[in-house]
């Protein structure tokens, strides 16, 4: 898989064996072993006046500079994207990243790691020209409901997010799953592939559950003591009432759409939670 970032700050994301963003943990190794790459193109390389000058004042007046769309379109076009009206959006996508647009979720994630080609660009100072929104990208996406300075550092939490769900990158093929926002269970789930009863569930939407490792005693603070007890079907049920009780604690906004059974309904409305959460 193949990311090609826009950006007026190409330094920030470095690479193998720089130290930038993209030169450390599983986003060097999935570089470095080829299962994908990423390129950055400097977009102030596709202007023509001495300054080098990406943005201008906006039309109707207002605070801030806005993004030209001259060069944006052209760095795009030089890299051998189809235009929009052309493009096959189930092998490759052109992504602006902004505070405009629409949240960037797993499932996101798990959509653009099908993709061959993804262009990101960051977005800079007041906003971009929404002629690049209309007329070259297929999606504009924001990693939260905050501002930040730029969409460099989105670029960056997309193609982390998106990179170790890719085959082979992560340790375990199943990693991505049995952890927050992962997919749900398979009927076969219940058994490892060793036949070890499975002491996790498939997230199925929710937040992860609570996680120990040694020693068992910390300053005065014990693991539960289900954990110790070696039956993994109790640990399987206590980890995934512990999921539900983060969650509804946490981020009960997951709970309405995520993948619950009755079990789950019934823990959940003993701790209060209703639908109108």
Same mark, same amino acid.
């Given at each position: 898989m193949r990311?090609?970032?826009v950006t007026i700050f190409p330094e920030f994301f470095g690479g193998p064996p720089n130290n930038g963003i993209l030169g450390h943990g599983i986003l060097e190794r999935a570089l470095r072993m080829g299962q994908a790459e990423a390129h950055t193109h400097d977009l102030r390389s596709f202007t023509y006046d001495r300054h080098r000058t990406v943005d201008d004042r906006p039309f109707?007046?207002?605070?801030?500079?806005? %993004?030209? /769309?001259?060069?944006?379109?052209?760095?795009?076009?030089?890299?051998?994207?189809?235009?929009?009206?052309?493009?096959?959006?189930?092998?490759?996508?052109?992504?602006?990243?902004? /505070?405009?647009?629409?949240?960037?979720?797993?499932?996101? /994630?798990?959509?653009?790691?099908?993709?061959?080609?993804?262009?990101?660009?960051?977005?800079?100072?007041?906003?971009?020209?929404?002629?690049?929104?209309?007329?070259?990208? @297929?999606?504009?996406?924001?990693?939260? @409901?905050?501002?930040?300075?730029?969409?460099?550092?989105?670029?960056?939490?997309?193609?982390?997010?998106v990179v170790r769900l %890719?085959?082979?990158?992560?340790?375990?093929?199943?990693?991505?799953k049995y952890e927050s926002f992962g997919e749900g269970d398979e009927p076969a789930d219940t058994m490892t592939e060793d036949g070890v009863p499975r002491s996790t569930h498939g997230a199925g939407g929710l937040l992860d559950y609570p996680h120990y490792t040694r020693p068992a005693e910390f300053r005065g603070t014990t693991i539960p003591e289900v954990l110790g007890n070696g039956d993994h079907s109790v640990i399987r049920k206590w980890r995934r009432q512990a999921a539900l009780a983060k969650t509804l604690a946490n981020r009960p906004d997951l709970l309405p759409s995520a993948d619950l059974n009755d079990n789950d309904r019934a823990?959940?409305?003993?701790?209060?939670?209703?639908?109108?959460?």
């Open positions: 990311f090609d970032i109707g007046g207002g605070e801030g500079m806005v %993004l030209k /769309a001259q060069p944006i379109f052209e760095c795009v076009e030089s890299l051998g994207i189809a235009p929009k009206a052309e493009r096959d959006t189930t092998r490759e996508s052109v992504i602006l990243l902004s /505070a405009q647009g629409k949240r960037f979720t797993q499932a996101t /994630a798990r959509h653009l790691a099908t993709l061959d080609r993804v262009v990101l660009i960051c977005g800079r100072y007041e906003g971009v020209d929404e002629r690049v929104s209309q007329l070259l990208c @297929d999606d504009e996406l924001s990693i939260g @409901d905050y501002v930040i300075s730029g969409g460099e550092l989105g670029a960056a939490v997309i193609v982390d997010a %890719l085959p082979g990158v992560l340790g375990h093929a199943d990693s991505s823990f959940l409305s003993k701790l209060g939670f209703n639908r109108k959460h």
